[in-house]
C-alpha cells in the first residue's frame, strides 16, 4: 500500500475520533452552561445544545476532508509522521478556535442576560420619599 494512503487513513481516523470527542465533552459540559445563558430553559438548551454540535461537526468534518489533500508524495517513515503531524496540529487549532469561538459567543450572551437580571430591583418600591434640600 502507498505512503501516502497509509497518511491518509490514519488522518482521517484521528481526526474523526478527535472531532467526535471534542464534540461530545462540549455538549455535555456545556448544557449546564447553556441552561444558565438560557435563564433555565432545559428544553430550549437542548436543542441548542443539539444544533451546536451538528454545526460543530459539519464544520470540522467538512474542514479534515478539505484538508486531506496532499501536495507531495510521501516517501518514507518519517514522511508520514511529518505530514500527520502538520495535518493534525491544524486540525486541533481549529478545533481550539471553534470552541474559543462559541464559548466566547454564549458568555456574551450570558453577560447581556446577567446585566438585564441585575436592572430590575430585587423587591418593589414600598414609598417615595421626597428629596431633601441641599442634597
Do not use: C
Request: charged share 20%; proline share 4%; aromatic share 8%.
Amino acid at each position: 500500500m502507498d505512503r501516502t494512503v497509509i497518511a491518509y487513513v490514519i488522518y482521517l481516523v484521528v481526526s474523526v475520533a478527535l472531532t467526535v470527542w471534542v464534540a461530545r465533552t462540549l455538549s455535555r459540559n456545556g448544557r449546564v452552561f447553556l441552561a444558565d445563558v438560557l435563564h433555565g430553559n432545559e428544553k430550549l438548551a437542548d436543542a441548542v445544545n443539539h444544533l451546536l454540535v451538528v454545526g460543530f461537526y459539519l464544520v470540522n468534518l467538512g474542514f479534515v476532508a478539505l484538508y486531506l489533500n496532499d501536495d507531495g508524495d510521501i516517501d518514507d517513515t518519517r514522511g508520514i509522521f511529518e505530514a500527520l503531524s502538520a495535518k493534525l496540529g491544524v486540525v486541533l487549532l481549529v478545533l481550539g478556535v471553534m470552541h474559543l469561538g462559541n464559548v466566547y459567543v454564549l458568555n456574551r450572551i450570558r453577560r447581556r442576560g446577567l446585566m438585564e437580571r441585575e436592572q430590575q430591583p430585587p423587591v418593589p418600591p414600598q414609598a417615595w420619599v421626597p428629596p431633601t434640600a441641599g442634597a
